[in-house]
């Protein structure tokens, strides 16, 4: 591979640097474009070509439907790891010692109780209101009871923040539920580990005794797992962007999860499930939904599939097919709702359509029949998404600060009106 490209611009020629990235990827680094060629950019709506940064975290291949966190495969991870392990590797790049994990889940434990102030905030939302708009609010909120900004050269304090976070944000996520329901809002309870904790919280109630299924609470923590990163999708570019004007960690976190509402992001685990009761209530017929989603003249998109970078099976999609499986039989559930998907699925990946663009199911087709079985309502959906995705959108922020990556501000084309005179009212 040459280590220069070479534009050529009106009969002059410009040369950049090629990069070669540990996994063989190739970019054009064009950081001088615009000066060397007095005012030259490139245009790339949606960033389907352009890479924002170099990162460690997380290496995807599309075409190959590979995932990897730190070098480590994300099925190996799924089937060996918990979340909080799979965390702490994503955000500090090594897999933890006993030492250091029991540390990391001591360090969160000790900072698991949220500010009863954050209450006064709760009750001011309708009950109505979507748990994702209130876990933004909340997560924004945090800043004003941890005012200080964190010190990204400072270890400890960079360490601190973290396990702040990974303990506070579950906690206000199941509030966001349990104030929807108009249920009491439960503690965190520190002799849980950290999944088990989240259904406690989501789930108990006071007048009975809480148990938890071991087999459920394995298949949330395997379906966690699967959300932790994914490189630089639209969320956690989000989170970057947001984080690179120097925005607090807990406030550019807070931006990451209204990013990720947007049905054609997380909040697409709440369209399946939407879109596969609507086929169930409509008779089943998924071909009618099949060709709706090929008809250019209806909006309605085969929701939890397609996704930018795979064009190929999304393996958390694989993962979470078989998670499905093995719990509804754990459990002897029978759920028309995963008959349904299956049958979509099968019939989709014949069409010639979803062929000929590469759209497979992807993490979000069958993560909300898990949330489901497990007692999820729909509304709170991408609110598991973004608690899954909450160690990824760290360590991301993390690697942004610590690399001291410029404030981001993407350029634009001008199309609009060239100079023109002010008219009065009685001219115009
Ligand atoms: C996530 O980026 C990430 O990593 C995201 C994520 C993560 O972990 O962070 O993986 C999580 O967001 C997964 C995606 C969840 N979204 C959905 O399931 C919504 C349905 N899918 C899409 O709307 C779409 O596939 C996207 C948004 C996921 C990707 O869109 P792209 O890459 O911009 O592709 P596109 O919209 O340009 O589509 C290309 C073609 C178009 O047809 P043509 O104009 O070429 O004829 O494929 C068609 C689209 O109309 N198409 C679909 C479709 N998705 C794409 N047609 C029907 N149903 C669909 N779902």
Not at 10 to 39: C, H, M, Q
Not at 151 to 166: G, P, T
Not at 206 to 224: C, G, M, Q, S, Y
Not at 241 to 256: C, D, K, P, V
Request: with cysteine.
């Amino acid at each position: 591979m040459p280590n220069k490209a070479i534009l050529e611009i009106d009969g002059k020629k410009y040369e950049f640097p090629v990069l070669i990235g540990t996994e063989n990827e190739v970019a054009i680094d064009i950081s001088s474009l615009r000066g060397a060629t007095k005012g030259v950019i490139t245009l790339d709506p949606g960033f389907k070509n352009t890479g924002s940064c170099e990162s460690k975290i997380t290496f995807l291949d599309g075409e190959k439907g590979i995932l990897r966190h730190r070098g480590y495969a994300i099925e190996e991870l799924t089937k060996k790891a918990s979340f909080l392990e799979v965390a702490y590797l994503v955000i500090f790049g090594e897999l933890p010692t006993k030492a250091e994990f029991n540390k990391f889940e001591d360090d969160i434990k000790s900072h698991s109780m949220v500010n009863e102030e954050v209450k006064n905030i709760i009750d001011g939302f309708p009950k109505i209101a979507h748990p994702m708009g209130v876990l933004s609010s909340l997560t924004s909120a945090l800043t004003a009871f941890n005012p200080g900004t964190v010190n990204v050269n400072s270890k400890e304090d960079m360490y601190q923040a973290i396990v702040r976070l990974l303990a506070k944000f579950p906690v206000l996520a199941s509030w966001a539920h349990r104030i929807n329901k108009g249920l009491p809002l439960n503690y965190s309870d520190n002799s849980l580990d950290y999944i088990s904790n989240i259904m406690q919280m989501m789930f108990k109630i006071p007048t009975e005794e809480f148990k938890l299924n071991p087999i459920a609470v394995r298949a949330l923590d395997e379906l966690l797992i699967l959300h932790e990163d994914h490189e630089q999708n639209c969320s956690t570019s989000t989170v970057r962007i947001a984080g690179s004007s120097a925005a607090g960690l807990f406030a550019s976190i807070s931006a990451g999860v209204s990013a990720l509402w947007g049905p054609l992001h997380g909040g697409a685990n709440q369209a399946v499930l939407e879109m596969l009761e609507e086929i169930q209530k409509d008779g089943g017929d998924v071909d009618k939904f099949i060709n709706k989603a090929k008809d250019k003249n209806d909006p309605f998109r085969l929701m939890g599939f397609g996704h930018r970078v795979y064009k190929n099976f999304d393996p958390r999609a694989r993962i979470i097919k078989k998670a499905a499986d093995e719990l509804f039989q754990d459990l002897n559930l029978n759920d028309p709702i995963l008959d349904i998907a299956k049958h979509l699925e099968e019939v989709a990946l014949k069409d010639e359509y979803f062929a000929e663009r590469k759209l497979y199911p992807n993490v979000d087709f069958y993560s909300g029949i898990i949330y489901r079985a497990l007692g999820v309502p729909v509304e709170m959906f991408t609110v598991m998404f973004a608690i899954g995705r909450l160690p990824g959108w760290i360590a991301q922020w993390k690697e942004m600060r610590e690399n001291g990556e410029p404030i981001g501000r993407p350029r634009q084309l001008y199309t609009g009106e060239t100079l023109r005179t002010f008219k009065s009212f009685e001219e115009r």
